[in-house]
């Protein structure tokens, strides 16, 4: 019978069927950050368990660490408390622990790829939404809650409803100055918000194939805004070639008999979809949202919607329709992410600075999605890049995606924001975030307001 | 787990969609890693708004939801602070998937319906009449409306209403499962089994 890429992956882990559609589900690798799982070890605590596999497991600090200088230790004592909790929860259960001072810290989606910790063919799961980036490499990739990663812990494993299939099939080539982001934009603002639930999305399509293993990232990432827990692409040749050679990655025969599995690992050409969904690449503008839902989203040369039911959004973000975002001012700027924190992106946004300088009514944030990333982006000179333009260069860490570390907008700035939710309070209680790529973001903070990148490289 | 097995009273209305879990329990105390307790943090950028629909030591154990409910972030923190707001049964058009497999690891009781039958059951709870949600023969009854069936899994049925611990209840039943499956794992696919 022919199977689509999902259920291969599906069926290679089902350790049980039950009558009802369902499996137990085997759980290969599970990231862990300090935010999801406190209450995971206390349940474990609580059950007089242990962890199954300590080796199918790797933490790190991200959501809570500030992103400014980190020498002096962490000022703010809840997130100082969290993270050495999290230190000692591992150093208990044998679990590996990324330090936060060390070379290899970073956001949980960045740094399980460039770890070689994820590898195509495997499930993994982590207490976190965005675990759906994972999926740019073909692994079966879904967030979990905080109970269900003690589970995983204990048992290695998670009773899950199979989903329907989704195929997202991107025609075509994308324009100059359009990115993966848009890309996902423009998919989550067909299908709506949770247009996705239920599904689990593959993408595919030559703009698909053409995208670096950052822009599968990206793409995978954002696969949750639009309600499904899951997005893949099928592994090609470069996604073989960005694992190989990464600190955990099979070497040897190893790698040999996983490259020859991970080949298997494509839908077949017959196999059916329960949604296929068309989008030409070659017509996808840079996108911006203008809501607090990342489906409210237009092209940047579109107007603004009339629509009773966008008021309180509209309201919310002080926007109005029949205006296009071009334009529109900012205040601060915010580059990075576990959706846009990875060096192609940085690489983007610095090659739209040129000569230009963030505006003096701007505050532009670059925050690198890993140690690993910085360390790269220091050794290309990116970082002084930004710096002579005006840019902050940090830390790596969540800062400015979650308003739950030291970086937070005030009530009312409006941020133009790699990220990847533009919900009411994200970023700051009453701070408006507008969605959008790297390079559409570096060129907003350079220009003050919001523009069509394309016009800036043209 | 708490088991859940018949849930009788009034019903808050909170018919917004796409209420995202960062409206549902603000990022910011996410710093707190205690699970009990959250009851205080619910909503809480929401609180001041006219027409908030919770009230001070609320004793309505219903919540009638707008579509797209407990979307975005997988916080567990969400159902836990809802909770301990003491509701038990949430009815929505639909639910973010992680936010509704959530609810279940917690004693709590999430119903999809079609849009129309839960905005019959918001008129219903915006009256303030009692609504009767039971999940042994899976029907609601409310006042002037004929019982309403719903779906749902059958082995979360089940697991709510014994009051089942997820963990332990793989470890019990499925142990030797496991084993086996890693077992042919470690033979198929050794490279999972490495560490380099």
Not at chain 1, 128 to 154: I, R
Not at chain 1, 294 to 314: C, F, G, N, T, Y
Not at chain 1, 349 to 372: E, K, N, Q, Y
Request: some cysteine; proline content about 5%.
């Amino acid at each position: 019978m022919a199977l689509t890429l999902y259920e291969k992956l599906w069926d290679a882990h089902v350790v049980v069927q039950d009558g009802d559609g369902k499996a137990l589900l085997y759980v290969d690798r599970h990231l862990l950050h300090e935010v999801s799982t406190p209450q995971s070890f206390e349940a474990l605590r609580e059950d007089g368990l242990t962890v199954r596999r300590p080796e199918a497991q790797l933490a790190v600090a991200d959501h809570s660490v500030p992103t400014d200088d980190r020498a002096g230790g962490i000022a703010d004592p809840q997130a100082a408390a969290q993270i050495a909790l999290l230190e000692r929860n591992c150093a208990q259960f044998g679990i590996e622990y990324l330090a936060l001072d060390g070379p290899d810290q970073g956001i949980v989606h960045v740094i399980g790829p460039e770890q070689g910790f994820t590898l195509p063919g495997m499930t993994l799961v982590c207490g976190d939404s965005h675990t759906s980036t994972h999926g740019a490499f073909g692994a079966l990739a879904f967030g979990v809650g905080a109970s269900e990663c003690g589970t995983v812990m204990a048992t290695q494993t998670l009773w899950q409803a199979k989903a329907k299939t989704m195929r997202v099939t991107f025609t075509g080539t994308l324009q100059p100055g359009v990115t993966p982001k848009d890309m996902a934009l423009a998919f989550i603002g067909t299908v709506g918000a949770s247009g996705g639930t239920g599904y689990a999305v593959e993408y595919a399509g030559e703009a698909v194939e053409a995208l670096s293993m950052e822009g599968r990232m990206t793409l995978c990432n954002m696969t949750i805004e639009a309600g499904a827990r899951t997005g893949l692409v099928a592994p090609d040749a470069r996604t073989f070639a960005y694992v190989e050679g990464r600190p955990r990655a099979p070497r040897g025969a190893d790698w040999d008999a996983a490259l020859a599995y991970w080949k298997t690992l494509v839908s077949d050409a017959d196999a059916r979809f329960d949604r296929e969904i068309v989008i030409a690449a070659d017509a996808i503008a840079p996108h911006v949202t203008f809501g607090t839902s990342p489906d409210q989203v237009v092209a940047i040369d579109a107007s603004l919607p009339h629509d009773e039911r966008l008021a309180k959004p509209m309201r919310y973000m002080d926007v109005h329709g029949g205006d296009t975002l071009n334009g529109l001012a900012i205040d601060h700027a915010f580059i990075g992410s576990c959706t846009n924190g990875r060096i192609e992106d940085l690489r983007a946004a610095a090659s739209v600075i040129r000569d230009g300088h963030v505006a003096a009514t701007v505050r532009a944030l670059v925050v690198p999605g890993s140690m690993r990333v910085k360390a790269q982006a220091e050794a290309e000179g990116l970082d002084k890049l930004f710096i002579d333009a005006g840019f902050e260069w940090r830390e790596p860490g969540c800062s400015l995606c979650v308003a739950m570390n030291n970086d937070r907008l005030p009530a009312g700035a409006r941020c133009a924001s790699t990220s990847n939710r533009n919900f009411e309070g994200r970023q700051g209680i009453g701070a408006r975030t507008h969605l959008m790529s790297p390079a559409m973001v570096a060129a907003a903070a350079i220009a003050g307001h919001i523009v069509d990148v394309r016009k800036v490289l043209a | 787990m708490k088991e859940l097995t018949t849930v009788t009273g009034r019903a808050v209305s909170l018919p917004d969609a796409d209420i995202d879990t960062d409206i549902i329990y603000p990022a910011r105390f996410l710093l707190i890693t205690e699970k009990k307790g959250l009851g205080a943090y619910a909503f809480y950028d929401r609180r001041s708004d006219p027409g908030f629909p919770f009230r001070e030591n609320d004793d309505r154990p219903i919540l009638i939801a707008g579509p797209n409910f407990g979307c975005g972030s997988s916080r567990e923190q969400a159902p836990w602070a809802i909770g301990d707001m003491g509701i038990r049964v949430i009815i929505a058009e639909s639910f973010g998937e992680i936010f509704y497999s959530n609810c279940f690891r917690n004693g709590m009781l999430p119903i999809r319906l079609n849009g129309q039958i839960v905005e019959a059951l918001r008129l219903r709870a915006e009256a303030g009449d009692t609504i009767t949600v039971d999940l042994a023969s899976q029907l609601i009854i409310a006042q002037d409306l004929p019982a309403l069936g719903f779906d749902i899994a059958e082995d979360r049925r089940e697991a709510l209403l014994k009051g089942w611990n997820d963990t332990t209840r793989i470890l019990a039943l499925h142990g030797d499962d496991i084993s086996a499956f890693e077992a042919t794992q470690r033979r198929t696919s050794p490279w999972l089994w490495q560490r380099n």
